[in-house]
């Protein structure tokens, strides 16, 4: 099924060089004939385009195509159905034609053979052509971000889906070699024979309920080291009421990433935060009204620090998360709606982002001492992308932004995803 969605992407591409090369000087400086379609941004433009990026939140944009023939407009992205539209042409007169499209949001996915995230971008191409003449121009259009690493944790299958159930969940000494394969991990308190880091069926959960912490520590990507801006995403909810069940596996075993420090270094600071948008109250589960602590902070090594307007260069920032709503009819399968978080993080010459760049989440306390109230935190959808600004295709070239400002679209901070509005995309 999936090689048939691409057959009519692939059928484009293949025929682009034949038609590119009956094109007029805008496209092929080489080609000798008079015969042209060229699109540009604006009414006004002066200057043709190659491409354009789409805002993740969807709705519509109007580019303007001049030529000298008729065309046929058409859309392929390889995806069925297609994530954009083409809602009108309009003849504006003198060889100008103005073609409306309208697009999905990032939050309305297509089927997909392979998890992706929320930003994750995606691609198609907007072909104008003249069969007749063997004439044509492939208009790019892009939607979203470049995915440095991630994953949505559909590889972990352990329990239940009810959060607060504890049957079932593992401990990260416990996964599979394939789970950890992954590359999500999980460090190991001195004085103690495990991390803190639980399996759930979909997502994972940091903490014990002696109100010990953990963190989980996302894979390195040598990738970084080609960037200077990352947006990372992920979603988070504290436990709402008391845990059902008792998990009663060994818990010694081998230490998991002793090299990790317990705190940030860099030499940075850590920035506070509070929810952006009101947090998820709910009502607490079963007989209990017991409800956790809602701390979680994002750790930053290695290189690159928290982007925020004041430069501050804090290499932490702290999160009050809000609770899972259980009186939701959907509950548990909508437990992250609403719950998204974005952070910014930067590199400079002062600190550049490295291949040696680590990003963690902690949940609580992790120095090994049972805290007086319990500070579980559930974690899913775990997300790193690549924002390209200002980027010159060569030295002399005028600089573009390639990629939507989804920091300036945020309130120019890091916090609650306010962009997608914070939906859940559940698997």
Not at 244 to 267: A, K, R
Not at 301 to 316: H, L, M, P
């Amino acid at each position: 099924m999936m090689n048939n969605r691409k057959k009519p992407l692939l059928t484009a591409l293949a025929l682009l060089p034949l038609l590119v090369a009956g094109c007029s000087g805008n496209m092929d400086k080489n080609a000798d004939r008079s015969e042209y379609i060229s699109v540009y941004l604006s009414e006004a433009a002066q200057d043709p385009s190659d491409e354009m990026w789409l805002p993740c939140a969807g709705g519509e944009v109007t580019i303007y195509v001049r030529s000298n023939v008729p065309f046929e407009a058409q859309w392929q992205d390889g995806k069925l159905p297609a994530w954009l539209r083409i809602k009108s042409t309009e003849d504006r007169g003198g060889g100008l034609t103005a073609v409306t499209v309208e697009f999905d949001p990032l939050t309305k996915r297509q089927t997909e053979l392979v998890s992706r995230g929320l930003y994750e971008r995606r691609d198609g191409v907007l072909m104008l052509t003249n069969s007749a003449m063997f004439l044509g121009k492939y208009f790019v259009m892009h939607q979203g971000l470049t995915k440095r690493s991630g994953t949505d944790f559909s590889f972990l299958t352990d329990g239940y889906d009810v959060p607060n159930k504890t049957i079932g969940e593992t401990l990260y000494k416990d996964w599979t070699s394939p789970q950890k394969a992954y590359g999500y991990s999980s460090t190991c308190i001195e004085g103690q024979e495990s991390a803190w880091c639980y399996a759930k069926k979909g997502y994972v959960r940091l903490g014990n309920n002696e109100g010990v912490g953990a963190d989980l520590v996302f894979p390195l990507s040598s990738a970084f080291a080609y960037d200077s801006l990352l947006v990372v995403s992920f979603a988070a909810v504290a436990q709402n009421g008391k845990a059902i069940g008792d998990f009663t596996g060994d818990t010694g075993g081998d230490v998991i990433n002793e090299d990790v420090p317990p705190t940030p270094g860099e030499g940075g600071g850590t920035e506070p935060i509070k929810p952006m948008l009101p947090a998820v109250t709910g009502e607490p589960s079963g007989d209990e009204t017991e409800m956790d602590n809602t701390r979680l902070r994002l750790e930053i090594t290695g290189g690159g620090f928290i982007r925020s307007q004041d430069g501050k260069r804090a290499t932490s920032i702290e999160f009050e998360v809000g609770y899972y709503n259980t009186a939701s009819p959907a509950y548990p399968s909508d437990m992250f709606e609403g719950a998204r978080y974005l952070v910014f993080i930067e590199g400079d010459s002062r600190s550049p982002l490295t291949a040696q760049t680590s990003i963690r989440l902690v949940s609580g306390d992790i120095s090994g001492i049972p805290g007086k109230a319990n500070n579980r935190i559930f974690i899913d959808d775990v997300y790193v992308y690549r924002m390209l600004m200002n980027y010159r295709r060569t030295q002399d070239s005028k600089p573009m932004a390639m990629d939507e400002d989804i920091y300036e679209l945020n309130g120019r901070t890091s916090g609650r995803d306010i962009v997608l509005g914070g939906g859940a995309v559940k698997k």
